[in-house]
């Protein structure tokens, strides 16, 4: 019998479950570069489109995990020496997780955790756990790769789409009762002729240069390995092979690679300083790649015209965190990769991860990040454990 220690973000204020709006989602049965969506044996436990990426969604698991005789224990109090978490992990065989509520695994909680053996995250990101502390007590990390990546793409368009063109203040100013359509085109521009850059085009990075593609902007990227000739002419893309270089041109940028120790604090002033006056920046891969004070004074300064997100360093961020209040900010919660149908493809990827650990069946190596003492699968391609 194992023990599995699933840690998600709280239920909705109003209660649960929640009143949905609509009544079905579509069915993903392949990802854009051929990948099979997730397969579980069985049940689901859920109905695909209902919220269960929240404690008592439990991501569908109890039904299979209490049939086969397991324990699961869901919490979201994962903070703090006194924590549930913190409790429940000394004898806890398989640690859930998700990257917008994560779980820190820290090296100092990966030594107290003798019996842990999987680190599953609920979702794309494994950057909170200790990669090399896991490799070096030979526990596996795992997630469910392209699970929520087009969820995430949709939702860099819509933020691209509303900063350039002041969506969100020209709505306040509705919503407000105010009609000065001045304060509202001031700092509205057409996207049309633009030069968007993303820094990282893998799953998600190319999807938001395929999507941006019709709106006849000029497409740029930077990422250590080059994309295929096919998919430079079929975009247009121009490679940079240096950051700086992208950012000097673009009067967008996308932040779109993994966060690792080398890429912390990857836009920093150095970089900030490089970009264009009023350039756009997006970040939904990880809050920690930013430097946070140095997006606040450039915000400040006007030398960024505006910046959005959904990703923070903590999650969640404290009340007073000053991307909350900076200006000209697109923030949300992190929301982006858990849409109602990109939890039923990532909860069904956590169960196929189960099902095949708990039976001693090999895990796809797309969804392996470490695993024998190293990066393995996805993860020897996206991270570096320095
Ligand atoms: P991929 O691994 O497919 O793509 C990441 C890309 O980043 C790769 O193509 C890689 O190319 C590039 N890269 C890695 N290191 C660097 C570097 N030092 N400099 C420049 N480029 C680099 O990941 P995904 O597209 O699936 O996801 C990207 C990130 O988005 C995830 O790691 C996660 O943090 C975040 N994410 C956020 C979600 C949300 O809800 N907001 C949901 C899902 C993911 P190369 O190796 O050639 O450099």
């Known amino acids: ?30 990802y854009p570069n051929g990948q099979l969506a997730p397969t579980p044996v069985g049940p689901l436990g859920f109905k695909p489109g209902e919220l269960v990426g929240c404690v008592s969604g439990e991501l569908g698991l109890r039904g299979y995990l209490e049939q086969n005789g397991h324990q699961l224990v869901v919490t979201s109090d994962k903070d703090g020496a006194d924590s549930t978490f913190d409790k429940h992990l000394v004898d806890a065989d398989i640690v859930i997780s998700q990257p917008f509520w994560p779980a820190y695994l820290t090296a100092e909680r990966i030594a107290r955790a003798k019996k842990l053996k999987l680190a599953l995250t609920a979702g794309i990101g494994s950057d909170h756990v200790d990669l090399k502390a896991a490799a070096a007590h030979n526990i596996t990390v795992a997630e469910e790769t ?23 203040p020209a709505h306040q100013l509705a919503v407000n009762g105010g009609w000065n359509i001045a304060d509202c085109v001031s700092r509205s521009y057409d996207l049309e002729g633009m030069h968007f850059g993303t820094l990282g085009a893998g799953r998600i990075g190319l999807a938001v240069l395929r999507r941006l593609k019709p709106f006849d902007v000029k497409l740029h990227y930077y990422q250590r ?118 939890q039923a493809r990532y909860a069904a990827g956590t169960l196929e991860i189960l099902q095949c650990f708990l039976e001693g069946k090999p895990i796809r190596p797309e969804y392996l990040i470490v695993d024998g003492g190293n990066l393995a699968g996805t993860g020897a391609r996206s991270y570096a454990l320095s």
């Open 146 to 168: 392209f699970s929520n990546s087009i969820s995430v793409a949709e939702h860099v368009v819509m933020m691209v789409l509303a900063l350039v063109r002041n969506y969100l």
């Open 225 to 342: 390995h080059r994309l295929s000739p096919e998919v430079e002419q079929e975009l247009g893309l121009t490679y940079h092979d240096a950051p700086e270089d992208l950012v000097r041109v673009c009067d967008i940028v996308n932040l779109q690679m993994p966060l690792y120790p080398s890429t912390e604090g990857f836009f920093n002033e150095n970089m900030l300083k490089q970009a264009r006056r009023g350039m756009y920046l997006i970040n939904t891969a990880r809050g920690a790649l930013c430097d946070r004070d140095a997006i606040v004074n450039a915000l400040q300064s006007g030398h960024l015209a505006g910046y959005a997100g959904d990703v923070w360093y903590p999650q969640p961020a404290p009340v007073d965190h000053p991307w909350r209040s900076m200006p000209y900010n697109g923030m949300t919660p992190h929301m982006s990769g858990s849409s109602l149908a990109g």
């Open 1 to 30: 019998m194992a023990k599995i220690l699933c840690v998600l973000y709280p239920d909705p204020v109003t209660g649960y479950p929640p009143k949905y709006v609509r009544d079905q989602i579509p069915l993903i049965t392949h």
